[in-house]
């Protein structure tokens, strides 16, 4: 049958007696039929076919299933769930899915604002211990400094001077009430506190050629000085400056300002590590060492002894010495990390992106990019290549071992499937 | 037999199906001289009558169960499908919504049901090594002629016999056919033209070598 001999397609015929062709399509083709005897023949065999099918019958259901099924159906039926859906059946879906949305959106919410709560309570805490500590600290310095001149007297060791009157000084510096009466002081009942301490800061300037110079000043201003500084100008990047400052404790609040008002504060921090136990230990140390080369000097002038033992106490003299010296250098790099505050600065320009002109010719920059292209796909397979070379030979063995059992089971699922 | 009719190729003056727009209407339809529909008795159904239920698994159980049986080898697990497949209904009854024919929406759950069982067969009898039911089920009335069509139908390509058995015996249209496998129309169309013709030479195959024994022993006698 085709389409120059027959008006109609053969599924035609098929589709007028399965009653799926519009009224005026089923007279055309109930018209062709009449005429046609293969067309009509053609009928006769889908007729005959859907005959031979209506043999197929299956026996009717068994009476258990159907009192499974009523008997689920009378339950469901007297469950809630069917009678509040006489309202409105898709009310009553989303009734229960926006009731279990919004009693977890409630309780996340809850959680959350618990946990903000709790962070903000946390924070505040930590704050407020961390101004009592420092007014605690102040406090006793400003106690420490009136209280000096009160123990002023009795104390006859050069190395308590010494220590007492840093200490001492260190508190004038730091600003404390009882600081002007202190350098009478002879030494001190109860050490002082030393607190070497660190300042942090991340500016962001507008004109960082101005800023830098006012840095400068600054730090001069304030008799400090720069122990390390880094000034950096990358292409397309701000120019930045990374500085390690040394400040005079006295100058600090006072630099600190005038470094806050050179652009932006984006970050600050300042820290303190308090240093009196290691100064004291040192302190003594100092003094032990001191008396003992005395009394090796003594025992020298006496010469007494043989020439062996002269050289012997000079020896020891030297070493005490050497010691003695060594105490003191460290000495000193501790009062100075407590007379000068360490601030380490950061300054970064606010970056504007600049057009810049592109470097050579477009020609030049596409062959440029076409040759890095090739030196990239030439890499590429050459790493695959070299993937293939390293990992190859295990891959195959792991491919015999798994893939054989993987191909067969899938075999036997797709035979099985054809066959369901 | 209780069994769905077969395709109205033979009952051309079977009453005509609802169309998807036949929505029930309440206020319009009058239940005293008409049956009430089945996307009506499904909404009766979610709002609390139990006696609608009813009504639908009457009309319905035997051709759910020809659905499965013609599908399933083994007649208990027919049997047991055509329980899930009802209770599937009721369960999602509350969920209803009567935007689809009733008949559609029942063998789309059918389907899934059917997918779900061969699916877990399949994959025990492949993994498992469980053995899967013969094609044949056990013939509890056995006649030849029935054993033959089933051969017939089942040597038939799988979408091609699915789409001849949705119309064939659950009389499903072509468009609801479509709707239900994710098929165009033009292919089920097609398929199911295919299919039967294909059916037809199947059938006839096994009567033209029983003429041919038939003749061979009787020349043999003379």
């Known amino acids: ?420 | 037999m209780q069994d769905a009719l077969p395709a109205s190729v033979l009952h051309s003056e079977a009453k005509s199906r609802p169309t998807m727009n036949d929505a029930p209407n309440d206020s319009v339809a009058d239940s005293s001289q008409a049956p009430p529909s089945d996307e009506k008795l499904m909404v009766d159904f979610s709002r609390g009558q139990a006696d609608a239920f009813s009504v639908l698994f009457t009309r319905y159980k035997q051709p759910v169960f020809g659905f499965f049986r013609r599908r399933v080898t083994d007649p208990a697990q027919a049997e047991e499908l055509t329980q899930e497949n009802f209770l599937a209904v009721l369960r999602a009854a509350a969920r209803y919504q009567p935007d689809a024919l009733f008949r559609t929406y029942l063998y789309a759950v059918g389907f899934k049901i059917l997918r779900d069982y061969r699916r877990k067969t399949t994959f025990r009898a492949t993994f498992l090594g469980e053995q899967l039911p013969d094609r044949e089920p056990v013939i509890e009335d056995a006649i030849e002629a029935k054993a033959l069509i089933r051969d017939a139908v089942g040597k038939l390509e799988r979408l091609d016999r699915e789409i001849l058995l949705l119309r064939e015996f659950e009389q499903l249209s072509y468009a609801e056919i479509a709707d239900l496998l994710c098929l165009p129309l033009n292919t089920v169309r097609s398929r199911l033209f295919r299919a039967r013709q294909a059916l037809y030479d199947l059938l006839a195959a096994p009567a033209s070598q029983f003429a041919t024994r038939e003749f061979a022993e009787s020349k043999e006698r003379l």
Not at chain 1, 194 to 218: E, G, N, P, Y
Not at chain 1, 303 to 327: F, H, M, N, P
Not at chain 1, 343 to 348: A, E, F, H, I, S
């Open chain 1, 1 to 420: 049958m085709n389409s120059v001999t027959h008006p109609i397609a053969p599924e035609e015929v098929m589709a007028l007696l399965d009653g799926e062709l519009s009224q005026f399509d089923a007279q055309a083709v109930s018209a062709h039929l009449e005429d046609c005897v293969e067309c009509a023949s053609l009928a006769e065999r889908l007729r005959a076919t859907s005959q031979s099918l209506s043999e197929w019958i299956v026996p009717p259901v068994p009476s258990s299933l159907e009192e499974s099924v009523l008997i689920h159906a009378a339950k469901t039926t007297h469950s809630p769930l069917p009678a509040m859906a006489g309202r409105s059946i898709q009310l009553s879906f989303w009734n229960w899915r926006l009731w279990a949305v919004g009693a977890g959106g409630a309780v996340t919410v809850v959680l959350v604002l618990v946990a903000i709560a709790a962070s903000m309570i946390y924070h505040e805490d930590h704050s407020r211990h961390a101004s009592l500590a420092m007014n605690e600290m102040v406090t006793n310095q400003d106690a420490a400094g009136n209280a000096k001149p009160q123990s002023a007297a009795g104390q006859s060791f050069e190395e308590d001077k010494q220590s007492a009157g840093f200490a001492a000084g260190h508190l004038q510096q730091m600003g404390g009430a009882g600081g002007a009466g202190i350098a009478s002081i002879g030494a001190l009942a109860v050490p002082a506190p030393m607190i070497a301490r660190t300042v942090s800061l991340t500016i962001v300037v507008k004109d960082f050629a101005a800023t830098r110079t006012l840095l400068d000043s600054i730090v001069a201003r304030h008799h400090g000085y720069a122990a390390q500084l880094t000034a950096a100008t990358a292409e397309n990047a701000p120019p930045s400056l990374q500085a390690s400052l040394r400040i005079p404790a006295p100058e600090l609040a006072a630099a600190i300002d005038e470094l806050k008002a050179l652009g932006r504060v984006q970050n600050e921090s300042q820290s303190g590590e308090e240093v009196t136990q290691q100064h004291t230990d040192l302190a003594a140390r100092l003094k032990n060492s001191r008396e003992t080369e005395e009394r090796l000097r003594a025992i020298l002038e006496q010469r007494t002894g043989k020439i062996e033992d002269v050289l012997q106490v000079e020896e020891e003299i030297a070493r005490v010495r050497g010691e003695i010296e060594s105490i003191e250098a460290e000495q000193q790099v501790l009062e100075h990390r407590v007379e000068f505050v360490s601030v380490d600065l950061q300054l970064t320009e606010e970056y504007t992106a600049q057009l810049n002109p592109p470097s050579g010719s477009v020609s030049n920059r596409l062959h440029n990019a076409f040759v890095t292209g090739l030196r990239n796909a030439a890499e590429t397979v050459l790493g695959l290549v070299l993937l293939l070379e390293e990992y190859g030979p295990a891959l195959l063995i792991w491919l015999a071992i798994l893939g054989l059992p993987i191909l067969l089971l899938g075999r036997r699922y797709r035979k099985l499937r054809a066959k369901h």
